[in-house]
């Protein structure tokens, strides 16, 4: 299976502008991907000022996902800025072709930013599965938080909640170095692939991303990564069987608590 990851800049706050550049962005995706991956807020940027939307704040943005997932025939996975009965979320969607789709809200709310201030934090973990690989949602700040991602093993039916660990992230590079340790650790721990996808460019509080946006497997090696600080799209084939055996050799899960 192929994944394209897209790491892109953001225009802060210009939901038009944005919708406009990730149409062109998916429009280059290898026609055999079947997942495309957009980073957290792609539509407008980590900005807490909802004012500056038209309300319902994210419907646009919803059927520009649905629209763009029937036209190209793939998944498209990202979070929106979305407002439901004067509530706001964080909230990663992951969109199928046929219109249906699932989503997480984002559960660890950045206080540093404001946003436990105006958005509701999402309560349950959240997996989809898609040709019988299963894959955990997260977004960005739930990274620092090992307890809710962790995977768990059912040692009657040798079988694991998941098998790919996606976040998608607006994280600064001045705090890089906590993501590319953090994420290794989540492979690791967890026994899963890790897929990190996040913005490039200066956003609209004068913070820098580098991106770093890349794939690491069960054993903390990076498999791809994109050039910091250059938009791009990263596409690779989803290895399952090696994590299948890597599993069946070494199994932690029997030790798990």
């Not at 404001?114 to 973990?125: I, Q, V, Y």
Request: a negative charge; proline letters at 4%; aromatic letters at 14%.
């Amino acid at each position: 299976m192929k994944i394209s990851l897209i790491q892109s800049d953001i225009v802060w706050a210009d939901i038009q502008a944005n919708l406009v550049s990730f149409e062109k962005w998916i429009d280059q995706v290898p026609v055999e991907t079947e997942i495309v991956i957009l980073p957290e807020m792609f539509a407008t940027g980590f900005t807490m000022e909802v004012q500056n939307f038209p309300p319902p704040v994210g419907k646009e943005v919803f059927y520009w996902m649905q629209s763009q997932s029937v036209k190209h025939q793939k998944i498209i996975v990202g979070s929106v800025l979305t407002e439901v009965n004067g509530k706001y979320y964080n909230r990663m969607y992951w969109m199928r072709p046929d219109g249906t789709y699932d989503y997480y809200d984002k559960h660890h709310l950045f206080h540093q930013a404001g946003e436990d201030k105006l958005m509701t934090a999402g309560n349950k973990p959240v997996i989809v599965s898609y040709k019988n690989i299963k894959f955990m949602l997260q977004i960005c700040y739930d990274l620092r938080f090992p307890v809710w991602s962790r995977n768990g093993y059912d040692k009657q039916q040798d079988a694991f909640d998941y098998d790919v660990l996606v976040y998608i992230a607006n994280w600064p590079e001045v705090r890089k170095q906590a993501y590319l340790s953090l994420l290794k650790a989540r492979a690791i721990e967890n026994q899963s692939i890790v897929i990190w996808v996040n913005r490039v460019g200066v956003d609209g509080k004068g913070l820098e991303h580098s991106g770093d946006t890349q794939v690491i497997d069960a054993k903390g090696n990076i498999l791809k990564k994109a050039t910091d600080f250059s938009e791009q799209i990263l596409s690779f084939d989803l290895d399952i069987a090696s994590l299948q055996v890597f599993r069946k050799e070494f199994k932690v899960g029997l030790d798990w608590d």
